[in-house]
């Protein structure tokens, strides 16, 4: 195998990318080594290349400063609507190499280092991922992030700064294990503490209703510590704020109120408050209804609704300088996107913040609420919607539960009104769900306290109006939309996959063969289709389907030997949420299938199995780019969108799917022969619902299938534990909501026509060529100023900031 070019070569090769650099490659290597000297205070004889990183990194982001502050100050003087994006999750990935892109600094700093005698691969393999997401939700955060600042809109990202990320995946002896990601053991470059700006955040206590209003007392406080990570907008000089929020606990030991050695425990003590932003919880697309993650819920909202009224009140308006007190304005300088149901308890705190500190009206405070937030929902699966307890809002935010219990009055109210004499209406859209312990419908009070309520896809806006939302659709039509997902272009175009020329795919493939070979220690066939599944396991993205082709595959190439079979290596990546037992089991399906696959040598190099262990940010940008076929195989009507469909697609993959999330766009866009479409659609699949779905049915009569499911129950691909499987064959033939058996037919006959097609490289190409040219609609900045025109009320704009050293 030829030696693949390095980062270097490749950039020097690539003449677009000569066009970037203008700065003085003289000057980067003096401010690299002033901060290898004065930051690091290190010299060349000690210095790590974890040193050399940050001194990288440092240098850098001194570039970003100055941006950062006149972005800032910009905003202060215009006071332009600002929109304020509010997740439980951030999935950034790298910063270094981003800034580098979006700065237009690569390939200055990329000579500066080679000069330095210094990789910048390597050095960019130092940072550390900033992993605090789970998956589509969190990168989709990140990636709006991105566009909100090239297209010059004042937007804030507010999260919480976990001290633990999504945990790092272990694959030993074929099973998941989890380990904790200490991600900010070296420290962060790319933040700044802002002390200044701590917030206290008040938890339990008890209610106390006066005729002056309705206080709070006896509350615990916890203290909200802001971190600011610069995101900047692409070769335009914005630069945006990313703050993320750290728990800390409040200094005041009354230590007279201890007995000897009381002390030492009251400080330890602080770990509780401490512990709010310690771990990001690790399930995707489904609800566990701990305290914790209660708390972690509302800290988030409730120190970012302070942060959003004093910026409000403090802003220069006109061309005075006073504070603003006037809050019936407020939605026209701030509009909050809730970026699923977890943030939204904005909604109850904003009006508590209203109501009883501002001492507005309630109508007038509702108002204000509902023309100020904004709902994304993310996904129809029941499992995943929050329901929290009643109980539990009692004990720890005993006031949101008074305000909510009135928002629900009134909302009843108004559903009473339209629809006299429902009573099973009301209680299908009341937000308190009776019936067993009491629980508050947190979608229900999104929609409620919201002015715009949007899905992920045009497929998924459609089933929440005609299904899960439909009766507040039916009451409220005007506030539904749909914003397809989008992707930036610059992480996952520019940035990991510069040029798309056809050398330029090979060499990707190349690249990420030798890649495979040094961490899996399997010998790779780089002319084999590189046939990738990467994203969370869940039995609804079906990777149990992708495991009964792998088999059907095998035992195909088992039987006839000596036909010409098109060589594959089949990819799956991706984490199983720690207590999610199923998808654990299925990691290990596929690695045991993969020890048998791998070792026979009968089937040689025409197929290998390989489990991509701790599928994050940074390892899809080498997988993706190096991608053929892109496994996007859910069941029609689960997935609410996908974002991993579009990377492939933009990269030059292309899609295996089913007619399900943005599949069906992309199918619109591309032309549905350019993509392999199988399998049941949305239709099919609730008529099967309706009729009732029988595995056994496909079992017996798919001869193939059977031999499957056989050698899996009988313990061919685990022989040491015979029965290691029998969970997973009770599953699929029993209980499996997602109907695998009922595609796996036409999902076979469609990889016959994938495998055939890829023998064709001239036809293979000419679909390549018009899924890369059908793709420009799944670019985030597309998203994103629909969001901005269609919910916030707010002009996206291309207009170049002047950069730091240029006159305004």
Known sequence: MSRPLSDHEKRKQISVRGLAGVENVTDLKNNFNRHLHFTLVKDRNVATKRDYYFALANTVRDHLIG???????????????????????????????????????????????YQIGLDMEELEDMEEDAGLGNGGLGRLAACFLDSMATLGLAAYGYGIRYEFGIFNQKIVSGWQVEEADDWLRYGNP?????????????????????????????????LALPYDTPVPGYRNNVVNTMRLWSAKAPCEFRLQDFNVGGYVEAVLDKNLAENISRVLYPNDNFFEGKELRLKQEYFVVAATLQDIIRRYKTSKFGSMEAVRTDLDGLPNKVAIQLNDTHPALAIPELMRVLVDEEMLTWENAWDICVRTCAYTNHTVLPEALERWPIDLFQQLLPRHLEIIYEINRRHLERVASLYP?????????????????????MAHLCIVGSHAVNGVARIHSDILKATVFKDFYEMDPYKFQNKTNGITPRRWLVMCNPGLAEVIAEENKMKFAVHLEEHYKVKINPNSMFDLQVKRIHEYKRQLLNCLHIITFYNRIKKEPNKHWTPRTIMIGGKAAPGYHTAKMIIRLITAIGEIVNNDPVVGDRLKVIFLENYRVT??????????????????????????????????????GTMD???????????????????????????????????????????????????????????????????????????????????????IKCQEKVSALYKNAKEWTKKVIYNIAGCGKFSSDRTIAQYARE????????????APDEKR
Request: proline share 4%; net charge negative; with cysteine.
């Open 421 to 441: 004499g429902d009573v099973d209406r009301m209680r299908r859209m009341s937000l308190i769900e009776e019936g067993g312990q009491k629980r508050v419908n």
């Open 661 to 747: 999330g943005a599949n069906v766009e992309m199918a619109e866009e591309a032309g549905e022969d350019n993509l392999f479409i199988f399998g049941m659609r949305v239709d099919d699949v609730e008529a099967m619902d309706r009729k009732g779905y029988n595995a056994l049915e496909y079992y017996n009569r798919i001869p193939e299938l059977k031999q499957a499911i056989d050698q899996i129950a009988g313990g061919f691909f685990s022989p040491k534990q015979p029965d290691l499987f029998k969970d997973i064959v009770s599953l699929l033939m029993y209980h499996d909501r997602f109907k695998v058996f009922a595609d796996y037919g036409d999902y």
């Open 67 to 113: 941006r950062w502050i006149r972005t800032q100050q910009h905003y202060y003087e215009k006071d332009p609507k600002r929109v304020y994006y509010i997740s439980l999750e951030f999935y950034m990935g790298r910063a270094l190499q981003n800034t580098m892109v979006n700065l237009a600094l690569e390939n200055a700093c990329d000579e500066a280092m």
């Open 190 to 222: 790319w933040e700044k503490a802002r002390p200044e700006y701590m917030r206290p955040v008040h938890f339990y206590g008890r209610t106390e209703h006066h005729p002056d209003g309705v206080k709070w007392v006896d509350t615990q406080v916890v």
């Open 619 to 656: 390892l899809a940008e080498k997988a993706i780019p190096a991608a053929d076929l892109s496994e996007q195989i859910s069941t029609a009507g689960t997935e609410a969108s996908g974002t991993g469909n579009m990377k492939f697609m933009l990269n030059g993959a292309l899609t295996i």
């Open 791 to 802: 919910i916030w009320g707010m002009e996206p704009s291309l207009e170049k900031f002047p």
